[in-house]
């Protein structure tokens, strides 16, 4: 959760940043084009102030709450990450991508949403490493855990807190989610993608042990890094920021 610190700054983690805890500037409203808002309403007041990445120089937008005058203190601000889970360099891009589309629903509140997308990532995972021949996804999981690929412990997990979790969103009656239990999914969906690619060429031993065939034994399925293209340009008022490219 953001807060303020000594210096008046906002301490949040930051979406451009990967989820990094940074420090946000305030901006006066006389150094933006936009200035500032100010609400009021039953002696209540709320001033939209944006604000500025130290670290990156991203904007964001935070909003102070006041009471008959008097500062009650950071009510909002938007948009702020919640703590990015870091993956093995070797996790394939589009799973990776799959992954962080679902902490991205995890901090939008989109419970149920990231909950399908964290069951995704384990589909994939095991469809990528040649148990798609297998059956459905619980017996994929049960043979991942019969060659030795993932512990008898996270085979439970994977198919409590990610299959049955995942299943309730896509075959289900709709229901409410906490971020709680989508909280778990996420740990866990990590833990299994470490569990493959934290050590590749073992796995990839274990597994050709085992009569598996990974994507990296099929001809053109593994896939390329792609340029992730020229740095943002973010302009502000006073001055001009380069961000770097996003780190993976």
Not at 85 to 103: A, H, S, T
Request: charged share 30%; with cysteine; hydrophobic share 35%.
């Amino acid at each position: 959760m953001a807060t303020v610190n000594e210096q008046g700054n906002i301490v949040a983690r930051c979406r451009y940043c990967e989820g990094a805890k940074t420090g946000f500037e305030v901006l006066d409203p006389g150094q933006t084009n936009w200035g500032g808002v100010v609400y009021k309403k039953y002696g209540d007041q709320h001033d939209f102030r944006l604000a500025r990445c130290l670290n990156c120089g991203a904007g964001a937008l935070a909003v102070f709450a006041y009471r008959r005058g008097d500062k009650r203190g950071l009510a909002d601000f938007y948009p702020e990450s919640k703590e990015r889970l870091p993956l093995p360099e070797d996790v394939p891009k589009g799973i990776k991508r799959e992954f962080i589309e679902g902490e991205r629903c995890l901090e939008a509140n989109c419970y149920r949403a990231a909950a399908a997308m964290f069951r995704s990532v384990l589909d994939k995972t095991l469809r990528a490493n040649g148990y798609k021949n297998v059956g459905n996804l619980k017996r994929q999981i049960d043979a991942a855990a019969d060659d030795g690929v993932i512990t008898a412990a996270r085979q439970k997990r994977a198919h409590e807190e990610l299959r049955v979790l995942g299943n309730d969103v896509l075959h289900d009656e709709w229901s409410p989610m906490t971020a709680d239990d989508v909280e778990l999914a996420h740990r866990y969906a990590q833990r299994i993608l470490e569990d493959f690619y934290d050590d590749r060429e073992s796995i990839l031993a274990v597994l050709r042990a085992n009569a598996r065939t990974p994507d990296e034994d099929r001809p053109g399925t593994v896939e390329r890094d792609e340029d992730e293209g020229e740095p943002a340009q973010i302009v502000s008022s006073s001055s001009t920021f380069k961000a770097p490219p996003p780190s993976r």
